[in-house]
């Protein structure tokens, strides 16, 4: 593919920095997930290329076709919808399968079974509806 | 209920989605129509009930709060990652109390809390209605209670139930 195009700057920069962005925050959640010690932790680093790594690369991609298209490019948006409601299950499966696991060994990180609310918090803040 | 275009939003959907994945053509249009239909009537088929929002103004509200809410976390959770400062961060379990019981809401929640660098959703007892949640950097837990159920569970509470 030729690189032959000729695109302003007032559309490179920002495509370039929301480039820069996204994959900026890919590479520290990978290296976060590498380099955190415990299993928790570790669900919190990917989240970053999931969310705003992601959004970024997606935002890029949407201003530069834009361009090169002449008219409004935005399927590219589908992905971060279906990343952004696909994730959940992944992270909660894994989440609670380490909960699960480490509850039924004792391990003394995580709380019991049934957690017991902080008490009376909902009498003193009770909503409108 | 309509029987023949249950689920309106979803069909709108639907054909947007198509439409904004091929080029638009009127026969795109029956074509995404046509699969739009027969998705709904297949949801239908699984599922009866359907979701009630009551109040629809306050989506662009949630919505731009959670933006706000990923970039900003997005930035903590990264500066935490890189400045390599272990010992000083304490990561941590929370226990939230939730008066939210709509499975629609609880959903939402869900994915904001997931997709929120920082906060990972861990459990959630339908019982007792306690959420589990585990927290990157826990300075103060009862910060993190108030956060969760002012900012989001009483704004999901006026949409869905």
Redesign the interface.
């Given at each position: 593919m030729s690189v032959e195009y000729d695109i302003p700057l007032w559309i490179a920069l920002p495509v370039s920095a929301f480039l820069l962005i996204g994959a900026?925050?890919t590479l520290?959640?990978t290296?976060?997930l590498i380099?955190?010690?415990?299993f928790?932790?570790r669900?919190?680093?990917p989240?970053?290329g999931?969310?705003?790594g992601t959004g970024a690369i997606v935002i890029a991609s949407m201003i530069l076709f834009s361009y090169l298209e002449s008219r409004p490019v935005?399927?590219e948006?589908?992905i971060g919808i279906f990343v952004?409601?696909t994730?959940?299950v992944t992270?909660?499966l894994l989440?609670?399968a380490a909960?699960y696991r480490d509850r039924s060994e004792g391990s003394p990180l995580?709380?019991p079974m049934?957690?017991?609310?902080?008490p009376s918090?909902?009498t003193t803040?009770e909503?409108a509806? | 209920m309509n029987r023949l275009l249950p689920y309106p939003l979803l069909i709108v959907s639907i054909v947007v989605m198509w439409l904004a994945l091929t080029r638009f053509s009127v026969g795109q249009l029956l074509l995404g129509a046509g699969v739009a239909l027969v998705a709904a009537q297949g949801l239908a088929a699984l599922r009866p009930s359907t979701p009630r929002l009551r109040r629809w103004d306050l989506i662009p509200k949630l919505i731009g709060i959670v933006l706000l809410d990923i970039v900003r976390s997005n930035i903590a959770v990264a500066r935490l990652i890189l400045s390599g400062k272990r010992a000083k961060r304490k990561s941590g379990f929370v226990a939230i109390p939730l008066e939210l019981r709509d499975p629609m809401g609880l959903a939402v929640l869900a994915v904001i809390i997931t997709s929120t660098p920082g906060t990972a959703w861990l459990d959630y007892s339908d019982r007792r209605g306690v959420l589990l949640l585990h927290i990157f950097d826990l300075v103060d837990e009862s910060e993190w209670v108030d956060l969760i159920k002012t900012r989001y569970e009483y704004l999901l509470m006026e949409i869905f139930e």
């Open positions: 900026f925050l520290t959640g290296i976060g380099r955190l010690r415990i928790y932790d669900l919190h680093a989240t970053l999931s969310s705003w935005v399927h948006i589908l952004t409601v994730t959940p992270f909660m989440g609670r909960l995580v709380p049934d957690v017991a609310p902080p918090k909902e803040a909503p509806s | -």
